[in-house]
């Protein structure tokens, strides 16, 4: 069964201090892996697509990269304003051309000034 | 700006009325998809459609809720009866597939609160 699954829960950082997220995920053949951002309130925002394996996408203090099992999302000196949920998601082979994706749970991160 | 938009953003109803939740997808995009997202099971996919065909809704309540496409610029979710355990954020995204992959671009949700 096509899984996905995100560590940690929940992280806390100070201003400044680099972290990586993780998302590990299980799929009978990979078709793209997606990272989105979640404000409270808010739909989740589209940040980075990866294809294959040792990809890697920038975006101001994020950094995404992709190896055969799983992503990280680094975010480099982190602001408050990096407050947010941030969801990974894969597109699976066996999709076919339907778009739908496999969603993990999250992450929230807290950036303390 | 192209974006999705979704009406109402907000709803409050008692138990056993009729809820509908719509959703403009992005121009051009031939997918939409309906979620929900609570905290305890986070999103979860409900129905998807492309070229306003439907192709999966087995993520919902068959016998309460009900998704349909009537043109390319409208989707519409219902729930009759709509019960408390309904309460939560439904989402609307919509994709393009004739890309390499299908990112999808969320509307900005209705809040459903069933009492």
């Known amino acids: 069964e096509d899984q996905v699954t995100q560590s940690p829960e929940a992280l806390r950082l100070q201003e400044g201090e680099s972290s990586s997220l993780n998302c590990s995920y299980t799929v009978s053949g990979l078709r793209g892996l997606f990272w989105y951002r979640q404000d409270p309130g808010k739909g989740p925002e589209f940040l980075f697509t990866?294809?294959?394996a040792g990809e890697e996408k920038e975006k101001e203090r994020l950094k995404a990269t992709l190896t055969k099992k799983e992503s990280f999302l680094h975010i480099t000196a982190p602001k408050p304003e990096d407050s947010a949920t941030y969801l990974c998601a894969v597109q699976a082979d066996g999709s076919g051309n339907t778009g739908k994706l496999i969603f993990g749970q999250g992450t929230t991160l807290q950036v303390k000034p | 700006d192209a974006r999705v938009t979704q009406t109402p953003r907000d709803k409050v109803t008692e138990m056993g009325q009729e809820v509908t939740m719509r959703c403009q997808p992005i121009?051009?995009?031939?997918?939409v998809f309906w979620y929900r997202q609570t905290m305890m099971q986070g999103l979860e996919l409900l129905a998807y459609f492309r070229n306003r065909a439907p192709l999966d809704d087995s993520g919902m309540p068959k016998d309460r809720f009900s998704a349909e496409m009537p043109d390319a610029t409208l989707a519409t979710l219902k729930i009759q009866p709509s019960e408390p355990r309904d309460s939560a954020v439904y989402f609307c995204a919509s994709g393009s597939t004739s890309g390499r992959t299908n990112e999808q671009f969320f509307g900005p949700g209705t809040r459903l609160t069933v009492l």
């Open positions: 990866l294809y294959s």
């Open positions: 121009l051009g995009h031939n997918t």
